[in-house]
């Protein structure tokens, strides 16, 4: 398996714009979770989904930024319009719920940049 | 709600020397205990699991961990610490009754001296 695949690995975009990040879990995983990792607030929850379905959105930041899971094999993480404290490193984990124990599976992480 | 605390902010110790990072947690019911290590412009990559059983666990690299119910402790070890593993160590801890949401620490860096 090629594990949990975002992209793109790195974003620079100017402030108001559009900024869209993806992810692909790992086939068969049944949680997706998006986290956000800055040096001031470590790594945060921003949401997390369970079968396609989102079940807890508490920890996005406003209603700047929305996600969707749209089908098992891919999730993004949209931010409109962008602004230059989002800049983070935004990864995306996947999981196995049902196994006891199982833990995630993280990706490689979007660095995003906004100018 | 379950949480985890990672005290340090920074390890430093010398090459050659026993490595230690400390963590406590906070959990209802039996806990599921995980240490993650992430290296620099990576995502974090799992180490090594409490579930249930022997309290000192193994896991990759050369790192064990040992469980202590008692403490509510889950500390990470390696007996002769490597340049290599100079990284951001994460403990994260989850509750046993299918909540899959694991909580994490605020990360470790630890620092190996040559």
């Known amino acids: 398996d090629a594990g949990v695949i975002q992209s793109p690995r790195h974003e620079v975009t100017e402030m108001g714009q559009e900024v869209t990040l993806r992810c692909k879990p790992i086939?068969?995983?049944?949680?997706l979770f998006w986290y956000r990792q800055t040096m001031m607030r470590g790594l945060e929850l921003l949401i997390y989904?369970?079968?396609?379905?989102?079940?807890?959105d508490s920890g996005m930041p406003e209603d700047r930024f929305s996600a969707k899971m749209p089908n098992a094999s891919f999730s993004t993480l949209k931010i409109q319009p962008s602004e230059p404290r989002d800049s983070a490193v935004y990864f995306c984990?996947?999981?196995?719920?049902?196994?006891?124990?199982?833990?995630?599976?993280f990706g490689s992480g979007t660095r995003l940049t906004v100018v | 709600a379950q949480s985890v605390a990672q005290p340090e902010d920074q390890v430093n110790v010398a090459e050659g020397n026993p490595l230690t990072v400390k963590c406590t947690y906070s959990?209802?019911?039996?806990?599921?205990l995980f240490w993650y290590v992430q290296y620099p412009n990576r995502g974090l990559q799992f180490l090594l699991k409490?579930?249930?059983?022997?309290?000192l666990v193994k896991g990759s690299y050369g790192f064990e961990a040992e469980f202590n119910k008692s403490q509510t402790s889950f500390h990470l070890k390696k007996p002769s610490a490597l340049v290599s593993d100079s990284a951001l160590y994460f403990c994260?801890?989850?509750?046993?009754?299918?909540?899959?949401?694991?909580?994490f620490g605020k990360g470790n860096q630890v620092v190996v001296i040559p």
């Open positions: 984990a996947s999981s196995l719920g049902d196994r006891a124990g199982y833990g995630y599976t």
């Open positions: 086939s068969g995983h049944d949680y």
């Open positions: 989904f369970n079968n396609n379905v989102p079940i807890d």
């Open positions: 959990v209802s019911g039996n806990p599921y």
């Open positions: 409490y579930i249930t059983g022997d309290n």
């Open positions: 994260a801890v989850r509750d046993s009754y299918g909540n899959n949401r694991l909580a």
